[in-house]
């Protein structure tokens, strides 16, 4: 499960519940507190190291909105399941920032004028989803990017757009022509925005908050121009790029156990949807029947949105025979849920996905893997597993080695799992060496694998650091004509062993090239910043541009280093206060899931993440190269 699901679904994790009343409340006491310290204190008042629960300063810092989703539709809708429907206003009133009202002047106030609010349709799309093509290599040529490895030395700021009531910036933008889309999750709103001055060419409000990344193409042979993203409800929705009008809203799950988080991709006339699952947070409920969503792939009509098969992580979970101690009936098998954009093969009519953990025991042969699956029918072709029986959720301890005593919901403890939590963050990549393709793939243990397309056998791997539950790798690699870059999170890891930083090996061979740490800074010019100094890993995934890297930092910094020697050619700190063109007060923080986005001759970063003590921010930034 990838570390960031807490931040990702802005969410409440659960605790064990309290076996006695609470004492009776002052009257000037919150009637939200007593609810807090019942279900959720015990992890987010002090979050062990590694943790995913958030600590409850950064859930001060959420609003209303953004807690109530969690609680409802969420990765904690089983704790608010649990809640009257008092006790779910009384925590999320006690918790919520209180945000100054907002009105739709954010927008208005940043209107293009106009004639600047056309969106031209007929542009060159340089990138269609989260990977940049359907190889998932995130690789921009000059062309396409309309920047050169001398310009992006000389990136400077051009404009920031502040989201209000906005801590996370969590979906990467697409770009057409002169407009970038972008996905205001917590504002339920998607913008079609110009990116050489930051103006809103339109604005329009969605049913339920874009969470994913966005993907760009056509609805079948004949169809409109349209932007697709999946939302906090599950839901995938599809929106006309040149009017801002929904299209389509359709449901691809298999069961309302799912959520979407990777970003969907446009195979010809299908859009291919993974899906995850929300057990692995519910599971800290004492008497959650823990566990038995599962992962899985839709492929859905582009012009319909109907699905047209579903290909499951792990068959469905059947009661095990066992309670846990609260004396709930155990299910499973569970799990094995996908995060990440698939990679599509057109030629040869294949999609490749990766998985997480098992939620539940039995342990299946799927978790933690890497899949090749049959586009036309959904059936699974072969499965590369890097880490057999990582059986895990959020009610154990991270290794065996850890102190955390296990939960109810942990109820195999005893048994022979790893408990690692390595799954798959980051989609495959495609990769052509000589006259064969390679899967390439980065795992949060540090793994870095490289497979054969035809058997699914590996070719080479190697790794760095020890890896953590927050990565290793955490959202994806990035690959070139030769060379696969990995990026390495490390959050908390001590030196020597970080390997906190991006690692560049040929792709073919998997030979080391070169090695850039990431290094902390905390000079008091930086504290000053804000906080988040000593966070100075990469978690999110790196994008090439022509000669060079982009790099995004835990700690808010953007790197750009020479793709053949990782000499750093460049640093921004998107980290504090900015102004913005529409008037709302901006903050840059940590960098993270989304990571970087280039086109138009700029590049632009969602500066903000809330989570596991990362600094929130709000800001969507754009950079242009100076003289």
Known sequence: MPGSIIARLGALSAVVLSAFAAPALAADVHPGQAVYERNCAACHNAPEAGSRAAPVASLRQMDARTLRTALTTGVMKGIGDSLSPDDLRAVVDYLAVKPKPVSDNWIEGARCPADRRTVDVNAPIPSGSFGIGADNRRRLTAAQSG????????????????????????????????????????????????????????????????????????????????????????????WDVATGKLIWRVDPRHSTGGVLTGAPVFAGEKLIVPISALDVAQAMRPTFACCASHGAVSAVDAATGKVIWTWHATPEAKPLGVKNSAGIEMMGPSGAPIWSTPAVDMKRGLVLTATGENTSPPATGTSDSVIAIDLATGKQKWVFQALAND???????????????????????????????????????????????????????????????????????????????????????????????????????????????????????????????????????????????????????????????????????????????????????????????????????????????????????????????????NALIAYRPGP
Not at 157 to 182: D, E, H, K, V
Not at 457 to 483: C, M, N, Q, Y
Not at 559 to 569: H, I, N, R, Y
């Open 391 to 617: 059986v895990w959720n959020m009610s154990c301890p991270s290794g065996r080695e850890s102190r955390r005593k296990p939960g109810p919901n942990c109820f195999f403890f005893e048994g022979d799992s790893v408990l690692r939590d390595h799954d798959f963050g980051g989609g495959p990549v495609l990769f052509q060496a000589g006259g064969r393709t390679l899967v390439l793939a980065g795992q949060k243990s540090g793994d870095v694998w490289a497979l054969d397309l035809k058997t699914g056998r590996k070719v080479w791997s190697d790794k760095f650091g020890p890896g953590t539950a927050l990565g290793g790798v955490h959202w994806g690699i990035a690959a070139d004509e030769t060379r696969v870059f990995a990026p390495i999170a490390d959050p908390g890891v001590p030196e020597p062993l970080s390997a906190s930083g991006v690692h560049a090996l040929d792709a073919a061979t998997g030979k080391r090239l070169w090695s850039w740490r990431a290094l902390p800074d905390c000079s008091e010019a930086r504290k000053a910043r804000g906080p988040g100094c000593e966070r100075a890993g990469i978690s999110a995934p790196p994008l090439v541009v022509d000669g060079a890297v982009l790099a995004a930092g835990l700690d808010g910094r953007l790197w750009v280093l020479e793709a053949a020697t990782g000499k750093v050619l460049a640093s921004l700190d998107t980290a504090g206060p900015r102004d913005s063109v529409n008037g709302v007060p901006a903050r840059g923080g940590s960098l993270d899931s989304g990571g970087l986005f280039a086109g138009g001759g700029m590049v632009f970063a969602g500066s903000g993440y809330a989570a596991f003590g990362q600094p929130a921010g």
């Open 147 to 238: 920047l050169t490895t001398a310009s992006l030395s000389r990136l400077k700021p051009a404009w920031t757009l502040g989201i209000p009531n906005a801590t996370t910036m969590r979906s990467q933008p697409i770009l057409l022509g002169s407009t970038l889309f972008y996905a205001a999750s917590q504002a339920s709103t998607l913008l079609a925005i110009d990116t050489g001055t930051g103006c809103i060419k339109w604005a329009a409000k969605t049913p339920s908050g874009i969470r994913t990344s966005l993907a760009l193409g056509r609805l079948g042979k004949a169809g409109p121009l349209a932007v697709v993203g999946g939302d906090e409800g599950g839901h995938l929705q599809a």
